[in-house]
């Protein structure tokens, strides 16, 4: 047996062994779902996100892409993202990179593989942000290993410049951001410890905004504004806008 | 014990359990990937991809965005299809909606939720194509549950849309697509059957490309084409081009 | 002279010319902008957005991508738009497609031409959406002609489907949505009248959405909601939720 | 006379002055396009595209976003490149960015826009790759001024990242790339001479790429590849592959 009827087959085994287990194991679940993990992963068939953490259906949402990467106009992973966030309210989300990546190996080499290639040049820019660190590592298994940590730090950076995660973190239950590696040779998942390592609070003097007030909040619109003097693109609102003035002098 | 101390925890008892069950696991998947499955499945915590289809690690390359949607120009969704089928070399593509899916109500309902409406948009777009069908069914939930499975249809119908899956099946080992619809509420995986059912083929007269010939090949580059009145944009090139030309006489 | 050093002549020219006319042109425009249009054109090289609108520097707002598309998912377009309608309050927003547009000729044919091939899908659909019209026309060119009117009527109703322009509508001062096609034969600018045609209103019933309310707006975010109950993805809520219920029974 | 009917009006006028000057103008341009430049500029209603560079219809293919972005994942920006460099040929290639954007402002502030947010993260993102020099300029307008040259010359970094534009390279015919920024004050176009100025050789290091040979091109599918030893994610194969390892040894 082979192809989709393989999956079809196995799919029957799996009601029947989790029915044996749990008569109503599927019916909880058909009430609803409130997950409280966001889990970004890596495609990679190897890396199971329920499996390696562990967690049963119901508690965690998921989005899996190539070398997990969190792109800043990247529709389909914002709108899991404001989803979870928003609606669903997870506390605590994870970005899961794995040793042994392909897509972070492939970004590493210099091979064309097609449409992808765009796809991985945010793994590239990767490299450029952490050039020093990254070359002096003279071991290639090490370096590589590296990289898919600073991919991962990287990435959770992404997300911490998001307004979706910059608002969510003013709200009454903050969601709390995660870097993790797993290792395909042992199982085992790492904690990078990114939010503790303080690689978001590094950041915030560049990437960090306020909520528009509520009286002339862009997403809630009521028409332009009175007063465009207040508008961007407006040089003599600038210097009043620069946030660096104060870093700078 | 909460949070990712949980995940953390959760792992550990994993591996243990892995190698206990067999101590060469995880060696054996260092060595490397060979997916012969792509899955293309919903973000939901209640639809675990491996759990569901009985795969175990290395087995099945896994995408996972709201509602289980194919966007022509979502490069996220773009780069893994195409390294999934063309470097990987999957043999079997699976699109796996499910009934209950909280995207596809959104998109059902008319209320606003920020960012992800312009996502969900694409659901209303398959709303728009089987209007007819659909405000057919005055049960609510069988009306619900027949858009889940439309919306499966339609985003089986934009894999074949693209040029990867086009000419992948023009190659030895063309992929086989697959709609699926997974029940939260008792496990169980339907066959659409897409592909028996001719909701491709139906549609090739509007959306099959011919790949480009090895020497004037658009991908592999060699220079602009020397006789401009080949190129799109020249009226009088038009009508030789236009493929509906048989067809609409 | 050629390349780079042409266009730096040309511009010296351009602004000897400006000042010799209006020795105050450049120092209004440097006190910002308020213009009262948005154009969405396509990037063809024939088709200059100022020229043909007869606008003048700081009246229109541009856009312009291959073939004049407005995707679901595209942050790039939605963008400008989120601005020139929420911040500068733009007041027409023309959709302008062109008789001659070889984006929509190469979708109409089948060779490949690469990555563009699935931006050219989203016109693929077009056809589909509007086959047994298009179908019906015998004449190669008369064909071509209208597939560029019908492209721009779904652009048109892809803005209306935006949440962006469902609140805008719904201001003091709602924009005013046009689909214009240019001809490159002659320059003429021609209005489809897309607004009174009702070519929006057709698909209200489908993707009209209600603004959140102030006090529980997903994107003035303050938390999750307290009852998961109303969370889409509750089966028990969608029945309530489906604003088909009426029109189907 | 407003709205539409004004941009009507003003089109009719704008004909007959063509014509006026040249009675065969528009029927020279029905022809087909061959423009030798792309230009890459900004939405901004005071930067229009041809008159700053005093090119005629036919001459110039345009993409024009907010604040002049090249996303390696925006596939509206990345169609309009590959169309204009594989299928029209173009010879040079302008972003062009302005004293006085707007967007560029936004991004230096810490005030939240909406959606647009996500977008101009990027530019927040060359802030970071460039805080050393744009900390140290004390004075408000001339670090503003600055950091609108550096956005523009990561722009053209981003280019040159990109499979299409490194296999132009290759080809007999390479494309030139150009960093030039508009100055609203006073119309004046200033060439930043990224070319000369190594930045994108700076780069090489880290983003060349080679492009697949005929008979193992990814893009001219042949069915899966026969010894997975070559794929990526296998971690024996990676130290080959890392192109870092002369370097860093």
Redesign the interface.
Known sequence: M???SK?????????SS??AEDPE???R?????????LFIGC????????????????????????AN?V??????????L????????V??I?VCGH?????V??A????????????L??I??V???H?TE?????D??E??RRLVELNVIEQVRNLA????I???MR???PP?L?GLVYD??????K?LNVDGGGVIKD?EH???????H?DD?????????GD??D?????????A?????A???
Chains 1, 2, 3, 4 share one sequence.
């Open positions: 082979a192809g989709i999956i079809l087959d196995n799919n029957k085994k799996w009601v989790r029915n194991f599927f019916q679940l058909a009430n609803g779902q409130q997950p409280k993990y495609s990679d068939s190897r890396v199971p996100a329920s499996g390696i953490t562990g967690t049963g259906p119901g508690e965690m949402f998921v989005h899996r892409n190539i990467l792109v800043h106009s990247d529709m389909n992973l914002l709108s899991v404001q989803y979870a966030v928003e609606v669903l309210g506390q605590d994870m040793y042994g990546c392909g897509g190996a492939a590493a080499a210099n091979k064309q593989y097609g449409l992808i290639d765009n796809w040049v945010n590239r820019d490299i450029r942000l050039e990254y070359l002096r590592i003279s290639d298994t370096r590589m410049k998001t307004n979706i910059q608002n969510a709200s009454d239950k709390r995660h395909i040779a042992d199982g085992v998942l904690d950041m560049i990437y960090a905004t306020e909520a528009a509520k909040e862009a997403s809630s619109y009521e028409g332009p504004q465009p003097a508008l961007p693109g407006e040089p003599a609102a600038e210097p806008k620069a946030k660096k003035t870093k700078a002098s």
